[in-house]
């Protein structure tokens, strides 16, 4: 005779794995790892939305970099039937109490006893090479010469090795090399990230804490323009505007901490954003306003700076953007060569 489960009748007695694998249609069982899928919210040709087990939290949750939305299951069915938390929590209790009256099936606590947080890997070893016509084709597109490369630390990779080790002493190593494939250093010489611009799921490889262009702050520039990336950054350096300095924070899902923020304010005559022209971009910009005042230039032409530049001819870039940056940072002191 099937033994069937008690019906449960408290939100956090429902696995979360269960709700993302049901409410998602994953064809895989989440046992701990990460993924990335496409997002549920809208149209895009890359996967955005991340699926990951917060161990602080001892659950799974989401990101959507896409549409900037977030949270826990409850969250994710809230946002995709567009119901109250407190529905979405009364609809997932609802299911779940159908799903474990069709059979012989484990518990809650036999389904959440799988989750064994995957360990990350992470970069052990690299390489560096030269740079060669390729590299040059890639970063020449976006208006960034060698000499602003070597300004910023970035430097090609001819291969790099990622480890991860497992709580029983299992290790995983592997070694990658492909074409373009670069390393973003600080003025100490140590990697921070890598970037890897052809690949569809892993552009970027974070290795160490870096608020990228930090190092390359002046003393004598009255401006600071936070943008969305390095590339960003090296993009606005090559416009070759006066009195801007430029930097980004350390990934597109983390903020510059307020203590930083604090003192680029009293250091700058003024501050302000340029972020990616889509939904996350646009929240995280007003994000910067409300938290800080922080005014923010928006361009209205590819998805960010150096894609203009790409798409439009960093002359025809510059004849849209100094207005809207001279507005924003200042009326009377912005010139640009």
């Known amino acids: 005779m099937l033994k069937l489960n008690p019906a449960v009748f408290f939100i956090e007695d429902v696995p979360s794995n269960w709700i993302f694998e049901s409410y998602l249609n994953l064809n895989e069982k989440l046992t701990g790892q990460s993924i990335k899928i496409h997002s549920i ?17 001892k659950m799974y949750k ?11 299951g409850a969250g ?11 529905g979405a929590c009364s609809k997932i209790m609802d299911d779940y109490n159908l799903y474990l009256s069709k059979g012989d099936l484990s518990n809650d606590d036999q389904i959440r006893k ?13 390489v560096t090479r030269g740079w060669n016509n390729i590299d040059a084709a890639y970063w020449l597109q976006f208006g960034i010469g060698s000499d602003v490369l070597k300004h910023y630390g970035v430097v090609p990779l001819q291969e790099y090795t990622m480890c991860r080790q497992y709580s029983d002493g299992k290790e995983e190593v592997i070694k ?6 670069y390393g973003y250093f600080n003025k100490q010489g140590e990697l ?43 993009a606005l350096k090559a416009m070759k505007f006066n009195n801007i300095d430029a930097i980004a ?10 203590e930083i923020i604090s003192a680029y304010l009293e250091r ?12 996350a971009g646009m929240k995280s910009m007003q994000k910067y306003k409300d938290d800080y005042g922080i005014e923010s230039i928006h361009l209205q032409m590819s998805k960010d700076l150096s894609d203009s530049i790409r798409d439009y001819g960093m002359s025809n870039v510059k004849i849209v953007l100094h207005p809207i940056l001279k507005k924003v940072l200042t009326p009377k002191s912005l010139k640009h060569e």
């Open 41 to 57: 919210f809208k149209a895009e040709k890359t996967p955005s939305m991340c699926i990951y087990y917060s161990d602080a939290d």
């Open 62 to 72: 989401y990101k959507d970099f896409s549409t900037d939305k977030s949270g826990n």
């Open 76 to 86: 994710l069915v809230s946002d995709m039937f567009n119901i109250s938390y407190a």
């Open 114 to 126: 799988h989750i064994i947080p995957t360990p990350k890997y992470k970069i052990t070893e690299f």
């Open 176 to 181: 990658i090399a492909r074409l373009n494939v």
């Open 192 to 234: 921070c990230k890598v970037y890897q611009p052809m690949q569809k799921n892993k552009k970027f490889i974070k290795v160490n804490d870096y608020i990228q262009g930090s190092d390359q702050l002046t003393e004598t520039n009255k401006y600071l323009v936070i943008c969305s990336s390095l590339k960003d950054v090296m």
């Open 249 to 258: 924070p350390d990934s597109e899902n983390s903020r510059i901490p307020k």
């Open 268 to 279: 700058y005559t003024t501050v302000c954003t340029m972020f990616d022209d889509d939904v």
